[in-house]
């Protein structure tokens, strides 16, 4: 089991930044990729931005140039640096881990942390 903690949300004016941090119970080192997910209100659930174990990065089109997503292993931890916040980037973020074991994926989820920009 991966138990994933994430912190940093909060109220932004726009054009500000946040840092949002992740905090896995295991060695991410056994953990094939990770990243964070939003779900505004009234849409689905959709990726921001991922790292994979051998430090590849995708970015939803919607925040490359001004999102980072970056790993602190010595503290287990995944960041996402956002910076230029629109009020459209509104929404709950949710870490996201997959561990892949044989032919089977584990995939495991943060609670969630409230990021809200105001106009």
């Known amino acids: 089991q991966v138990q994933l903690v994430e912190s940093g949300g909060g109220l932004v004016q726009a054009g500000g930044s946040l840092r949002l941090s992740c905090a896995a119970s295991v060695s991410i080192f056994s953990i094939n990729a990770m990243g964070w997910y939003r779900q505004a209100p009234g849409k689905q659930r959709e990726l921001v931005a991922a790292l994979t174990s051998g430090s590849r990065t995708n970015y939803a089109d919607s925040v490359k140039g001004r999102s980072t997503i970056s790993r602190d292993n010595g503290k287990n931890t995944v960041h996402l640096q956002m910076n230029s916040l629109k009020p459209e980037d509104t929404a709950v973020y949710y870490c996201?881990?997959?561990?892949?074991?044989?032919?089977?994926?584990?995939?495991?989820w943060g609670q969630g942390t409230q990021v809200t920009v105001s106009s």
């Open positions: 996201h881990a997959v561990r892949v074991g044989g032919k089977e994926e584990y995939h495991y």
